[in-house]
Each structure stands twice: as structure tokens, then as C-alpha cells.
């Protein structure tokens, strides 16, 4: 039962242009997410966090959107570089757990074409 | 400052061979984490520690997986008895144990492959 749910398993998109990365979750106990970035070989580097009681933060070209209705949220990239070509994985962490243990989603790899 | 740091990068091993994997958080942080991350999946949870203390190990599939961390720092992660089933990406990763800190830091991963 996939808790945290990325459909998207690809994403291809020209440079300089905006990536937009889905992910939606299920368990309502959730209130705070991430966004974690992975190159080949590498493990995952944080990338940009929300917590629920914000609908949107932004840091340089990152921006996560939280619309907790729908329980969704999207990372945007603006503007797209080769660079940030690279598997994008969203988790969520229950605050009221015992040990903010993170759920991630399957990720999606982003492929940004010169 | 140096990151997490984690041992073997790679290992192969025989089905039936007793496995051990190494973990150096960041200096000073409170808590670690265990993740399997299987081919095209997202890192599941394994087990949590807190310093010495192991409040969780609910995700460890069975009893042949054993983690410890004795002294609060580095952490050890050993499967008895491997199984194919067991070939996976194994991450570690740490953080600072703050209230409100949920941001983790993972190390790059061992590659294990049980033949």
C-alpha cells in the first residue's frame, strides 16, 4: 500500500524550461514533506521541504506547492538545467510518529535536454 | 564537515553468507536511519535510533536483519544468512535529532548482491 505515490515515473523537459514533479500522498497523518534529489551511485540529497501548515515554499529556483485538500503537492524548476537532470524522490513524516522515519515515493527521473 | 560515509560501497555475496554494513553518520547527530531502496523503488524504513537507543525497527523484513549502534555513532547493519531477496541499495542516513529537524542526510549507499 503506497502511502506516497509519484505517477509520473519520467519527466523530459528543454532547458530553461519549467519541470514540474508531482507526487501525492494518502495517509492524513502526514505534515511534513520533502523533496530529495539522486544522481546514479549517490545517495538522495535534500532538496527542499515543506510543512503542512504552509501552501508553498521557495528556495532559488525550487518551489514546493502543498495543497492539502487534495493531498498533493508538485516541485517546480525554474528555469531547467542540464544539471538538475536526476531521480526525484518526494517523501512525507507523521511529526506526531516517534522518530520522523521518512515514506518516500517511487520517483521520477527528471531528464533535462540542452 | 565531512558527510555520511558508508562501507562496503559494494558487496557480493553467496546465498547463506552472513553480510555486515557499515555506517558513519555526521559527527554529532542524534539520530540514524536505516533504508533498503529496492531496484526502481523509493528507500523504505528499515529501523531508527536514538544515540544507542533502537526506538524503532519495525521495516526489518525478518529476524536474519540486525542493527546496532553501541556507542551512539557508528552503526552497524548485519543480514544472517542472505537471501536473494535481500539485493538492494542499503542507505544510511543521519540527523541532527532537533525537535521540528526532519531533514536526514544519506550517505551514498551499499550495493549488495546476493548470488
Known amino acids: 500500500d503506497q502511502q506516497v505515490k509519484q505517477n509520473s515515473p519520467s519527466l523530459s523537459v528543454q532547458e530553461g524550461r519549467i519541470s514540474i514533479l508531482n507526487c501525492d500522498y494518502t495517509n492524513s497523518m502526514f505534515d511534513y514533506f520533502l523533496w530529495y534529489k539522486k544522481y546514479p551511485a549517490e545517495g538522495p540529497t535534500f532538496l527542499i521541504s515543506?510543512?503542512?501548515?504552509?501552501d508553498k515554499n521557495e528556495d532559488g529556483r525550487f518551489t514546493v506547492f502543498l495543497n492539502k485538500s487534495a493531498k498533493h503537492l508538485s516541485l517546480h524548476i525554474v528555469p531547467s538545467q542540464p544539471g538538475d537532470s536526476a531521480v526525484y524522490f518526494c517523501a512525507a513524516s507523521d511529526s506526531g510518529g516517534s522518530n520522523y522515519k521518512l515514506t518516500f515515493g517511487k520517483g521520477t527521473l527528471l531528464t533535462v535536454n540542452p | 564537515g565531512a558527510g555520511v560515509s558508508q562501507s562496503p560501497r559494494y558487496k557480493v555475496a553467496k546465498r547463506g553468507q552472513d553480510v555486515a554494513l557499515r555506517c558513519d553518520p555526521i559527527?554529532?547527530?542524534?539520530?540514524l536511519f536505516w533504508y533498503q531502496q529496492a531496484l526502481g523503488q523509493g528507500p523504505e524504513f528499515l529501523t531508527y535510533f536514538q544515540n544507542e537507543a533502537q526506538l524503532d525497527k519495525s521495516g526489518l523484513p525478518s529476524d536474519r536483519f540486525f542493527a546496532e549502534r553501541p556507542e551512539g555513532s557508528v552503526s552497524t547493519l548485519k543480514i544472517q544468512r542472505t537471501q536473494q531477496e535481500d539485493s538492494a541499495v542499503y542507505l544510511c542516513?543521519?540527523?541532527?535529532?532537533?525537535?521540528?529537524?526532519?531533514?536526514?542526510?544519506f550517505g551514498p549507499g551499499t550495493r549488495l548482491t546476493v548470488t
Open positions: 515543506i510543512s503542512s501548515i504552509k
Open positions: 559527527s554529532g547527530h542524534v539520530s
Open positions: 542516513a543521519s540527523s541532527p535529532g532537533l525537535a521540528g529537524s526532519y531533514e536526514q542526510y
